[in-house]
C-alpha cells in the first residue's frame, strides 16, 4: 500500500524557519514535490526534485525554501526559511511514480505576522 505521511507543520512568527518531512513507503517514486493550497486559493507548487536530485522551484519561494530527499529513506524534506505570513497554507507531499501521482494528507502552516 502507497502511503504518504507528512509532518513538521506549525505556527511560526513571520522571519522564523519550519522544516516539513513526508516519508514514502510502498514504492520508489520519481518525483517528489511539495505543493501548498491558501484558503481560496488554487493548489500550487512550492517545489519539485527528481530522483536523480533535479529541482524546480516556484519564486516566491526560491531563495528561501530548500527541498531535499534522502532516496534510501524515500523521503522529501522542505526547509523553509523566512518565513512570511503569505506563506501559510495546507502544505502537501505528492509523489510520481510512472503515471501515478499520489497525495499525502497535507500539514498546516501558519504564519503570524
Known amino acids: 500500500q502507497v502511503q504518504l505521511t507528512e509532518s513538521g507543520g506549525g505556527l511560526v512568527q513571520a522571519g522564523e524557519s519550519l522544516r516539513l518531512s513526508c516519508a514514502a513507503s510502498?514504492?520508489?517514486?520519481?518525483?517528489m514535490a511539495w505543493y501548498r493550497q491558501a484558503p481560496g486559493k488554487q493548489r500550487e507548487l512550492v517545489a519539485d526534485m527528481t530522483y536523480g536530485g533535479s529541482t524546480n522551484y516556484a519564486d516566491s519561494v526560491k531563495g528561501r525554501f530548500t527541498i531535499a530527499r534522502d532516496n534510501p529513506k524515500n523521503t522529501v524534506y522542505l526547509q523553509m526559511n523566512s518565513l512570511k505570513p503569505e506563506d501559510s497554507a495546507v502544505y502537501y507531499c505528492?509523489?510520481?511514480?510512472?503515471?501515478?501521482?499520489?497525495w499525502g494528507q497535507g500539514t498546516q502552516v501558519t504564519v503570524s505576522s
Open positions: 510502498g514504492i520508489i517514486f520519481i518525483t
Open positions: 505528492n509523489a510520481v511514480s510512472g503515471s501515478r501521482m499520489y
